[in-house]
């Protein structure tokens, strides 16, 4: 699996700097979540996760958040950014969440990926809880994991 990501397009670019952005704008402390809250971001996570290893453009794109939406414009495109520059988001072979922090309708998800070299990486997700009361996902950078501190 490739470890560099080469030949963004623009958008992709773009949504690269939204996730960073957006990482660290966000709270350190799990204070501010609730049980429900932190139950609810993890079941999006993974339900976007088992999207994609459906190939379901629809339902991946209907976990992300409007900023990644506007970007990204439309599922096709959503998935094919997924497929191609996040290959460990798109088909890890083993997972393991953390627990969410944050508060105030801002949350951090960190993810342990395994991919099908059995290599460990991080995937670090930051979501918003909308006016509907949902939970998106706003940005995921990732990164390989180093020694066994998450």
């Known amino acids: 699996m490739s470890r560099f ?13 939204v996730t960073s952005l957006g990482l660290w704008a966000m709270p350190a402390s799990a204070g501010g979540l609730s ?9 999006v996570v993974q339900a ?13 794109f209907s976990y992300a958040a409007p900023n990644i939406r506007h970007l990204v414009g439309n599922a096709e495109n959503f998935l094919e950014m997924v497929r191609t520059q996040y290959e460990i988001v798109y088909r890890p072979s083993a997972t393991t969440f953390m627990q969410p922090t944050g508060e105030a309708g801002e949350a951090v998800l960190k993810v342990r990926m395994t991919d099908e070299d059995g290599d460990n990486w991080i995937a670090t997700y930051t979501l918003q809880k909308q006016k509907t009361k949902v939970w998106r996902i706003t940005g995921c950078a990732v990164n390989e994991a180093t020694g066994t501190a998450v």
Do not use: C, H, R, T
């Not at 990501?5 to 700097?17: K, R, T």
């Not at 049980?35 to 079941?43: G, L, N, R």
């Not at 976007?48 to 991946?60: H, I, P, R, S």
């Open 5 to 17: 990501i080469n030949g963004f397009s623009s958008w992709a670019v773009q949504l690269l700097m």
């Open 35 to 43: 049980p429900k809250d932190q139950k609810q971001i993890i079941e």
């Open 48 to 60: 976007q996760l088992e999207a994609f290893a459906q190939d379901d453009a629809a339902k991946a």
